[in-house]
């Protein structure tokens, strides 16, 4: 009896931090997901900016 108690813990635990172990992984990959695509709209909006100046530039070596 102590055998199968100890086995069926042994289980329930396992299955248990197998659990929270892909809840973490699911979320760290959400996250990552996340990062890159606000840092894809940073970099657009910083090449946005570039090519702003670069045409204030050539205008002004123009004049």
Known sequence: MKI??????TLFISAFFT????IVQNNLVKSNKNDVSS???ILIIKEKEINKLN???EACERK
Request: charged share 10%.
């Open 19 to 22: 659990a929270c172990t892909s």
């Open 39 to 41: 840092l894809l709209k």
């Open 4 to 9: 199968l108690k100890l086995l069926l813990s």
């Open 55 to 57: 045409q204030a530039l």
